[in-house]
């Protein structure tokens, strides 16, 4: 017994150690959540004159298409009305991809389609032009193909110190199927040491591995971004199918190691990576886990959520992996045909330090946001609900999966608190012989932290779940428990394993005190202990979401309440 007392003791000394420290580290003085600042007409923001950022696009004249310029001044808060550059392009010319170099002149990229559209490198191409401006960007090269195949989205290109201009994409092999070892593209990039008046291509062919059954399409490496980290290191980061982001490096932007698992983990989508002026790196990805097959029948790829994270020390270390933009029609059916959600971010910094991003895809998603990377500093988060549910996923996927498409409905409801007039609850439950409900809500980052829900089990109440996760599983995922790094089963009774409890019709305070480096989490009810957590998963760079569900087997219209949730994390 007295080894007992102890020990939980030396564990409430680290526990009260933990937060008298934590307790000097306050919100980034002055940090603004991410603000959405409207619909974007065009995708590709690129760094202008004095911190200024520009949008650069296409639009349809008499004899092709012409490429305009519309810039901001006040982080993207008003634009000037669009001015043409002085460059003519065919009409197959769509938006280009702008890359500002230090002497102050355009790269523009574009991909241009051509031939049928059976088969991939075979009869149907997209292949790379590009153009450059000189002379302070008063005159234009005549726009060349630099590369002659089927390439995918163009994520993101640089210019190094050196001066050397490199342009990362994927090809795809003729005849190649989607389908394991490395399905059927390749990645590798372009460059140039003349300001873009002739490319190279590289010798790297990097691949990344594919697996069968997997829920999507095996492309394999795809749609790399670059950056350089310090003088004589380039870091990519590559989309794959595999789970996560693969990384390859390389000391010159021609030769590239052999691509390999980085630290993100990702839902198939591509990521983009910008430096600040303080030389702060922000990185924008979907930090989710990809969906789970139905019936063995695929379901499209998890974007509900767009995250950034940042680093001071050049990759080495990262904070924040908040959610920057989530799918403002996450918790509506989608559409049956064509992308979706928060996906294929494109970023600029301003000389505010705050960074410019545009992304989204399919109709009513697409969005100009402003970022404060100080805001993904910050170590806490909290949320009561006063603000809806904008912080929160909460749909409901249900039914068969037809053709990548599944129908969606809203969990979890507001309702009026029983006991405060005028204020909100989250009420999960199980309604109806669909999933039981299920919510999920982001905080930075941390490798030791807490969680505090208040919440209150309703009479009758059929079971549920508290899980801690280090990405973005989907509300009601059915391997969401397994894949989360802790969680903590509520049976019907409401007790736990120590003896300790949820009674029904009281609110309580639980909290989840976790340290990454111990494996452990400890629950504490009302302040007492009630319950140690253990994990195998040490491979997580921290958590950074917290999952509430009903596990009710039968129908529960009881459920329960939550009135709030805080963290804070080291």
Request: hydrophobic share 40%; with cysteine; proline share 6%.
């Amino acid at each position: 017994m007295l080894k007992l007392v102890l020990a939980r003791l030396t564990w409430f000394a680290r526990f009260l150690a933990f937060f008298a420290v934590t307790a000097f580290s306050a919100l980034a003085a002055g940090a603004e959540s991410p603000l959405v600042l409207g619909a974007a007409d065009a995708p590709f923001p690129v760094g202008g004159p004095d911190g200024a950022v520009d949008l650069v696009f296409s639009r349809p004249v008499e004899r092709g298409a012409e490429i305009v310029r519309k810039r901001t001044e006040d982080n993207g808060r008003s634009w000037s009305e669009p001015k043409a550059l002085g460059l003519t392009v065919p009409a197959n010319f769509e938006a280009p991809l702008a890359l500002r170099t230090r002497d102050g002149e355009l790269q523009l990229f574009w991909m241009v389609a051509r031939g049928g559209r059976s088969a991939p490198a075979v009869d149907y191409f997209i292949d790379i032009w590009q153009a450059c401006s000189f002379e302070s960007q008063t005159k234009w090269s005549k726009p060349q193909r630099i590369f002659e195949g089927y390439v995918g989205s163009i994520n993101g290109m640089t210019e190094l110190q050196s001066g050397r201009i490199v342009l990362p994409f994927a090809y795809w092999v003729a005849g190649a199927a989607e389908a394991p070892p490395t399905g059927c593209n390749i990645t590798t990039v372009l460059y140039s040491d003349d300001r873009g008046t002739t490319w190279k291509l590289s010798p790297a062919r990097l691949t990344a591995p594919c697996y069968e059954n997997y829920n999507g399409a095996n492309y394999g490496a795809v749609e790399p971004s670059i950056l350089e980290l310090e003088k004589g290191q380039v870091w990519m980061l590559i989309r794959t199918q595999t789970g996560r982001l693969y990384e390859s490096f390389s000391t010159d932007g021609s030769e590239w190691s052999q691509p390999k698992p980085s630290r993100f983990h990702s839902s198939d989508s591509p990521a983009s990576l910008v430096r600040l002026p303080d030389s702060r790196i922000v990185l924008f990805w979907n930090n989710c886990e990809n969906t789970s097959r139905i019936d063995g029948a695929g379901v499209y790829t998890n974007r509900d959520a767009l995250h950034a994270a940042i680093s001071r020390d050049r990759g080495r270390t990262w904070q924040g992996y908040r959610e920057v933009y989530r799918d403002p029609l996450r918790n509506e059916s989608p559409p049956k045909t064509g992308d979706r959600g928060v996906a294929y971010p494109y970023a600029a910094a301003a000389s505010s330090g705050k960074v410019v991003l545009v992304t989204g895809q399919g109709q009513g998603r697409r969005k100009c946001l402003l970022v404060d990377p100080d805001w993904l500093e910050e170590t806490r988060a909290k949320d009561d609900f006063s603000q809806g549910l904008d912080g929160w996923c909460v749909f409901k996927a249900f039914g068969p999966a037809v053709y990548w498409w599944r129908d969606r409905i809203q969990g979890p409801h507001l309702v009026d608190h029983p006991e405060k007039p005028g204020t909100k609850v989250l009420h999960v439950r199980r309604l109806d012989d669909k999933d039981g409900d299920g919510a999920v809500w982001n905080f930075p980052l941390g490798r030791r932290g807490q969680v505090a829900i208040r919440l209150c089990l309703a009479p009758g109440f059929g079971g549920g779940s508290l899980a801690l996760a280090d990405r973005f599983i989907q509300p009601t995922d059915a391997s969401g428990e397994k894949q989360s790094v802790f969680t903590l089963p509520i049976p019907a009774s409401g007790r736990l394993a120590e003896g300790a409890g949820l009674e029904p019709s009281r609110w309580h305070t639980l909290r989840m005190v976790w340290d990454l480096d111990q494996g452990q989490c400890n629950v504490l009810i009302d302040e007492q202990q009630a319950g140690t957590l253990a994990t195998s998963a040490d491979g997580s760079s921290g958590l950074c979401y917290l999952r509430l569900r009903s596990t009710a087997l039968a129908q529960d219209p009881a459920g329960f309440f939550v009135e709030s949730v805080e963290a804070e994390v080291r």
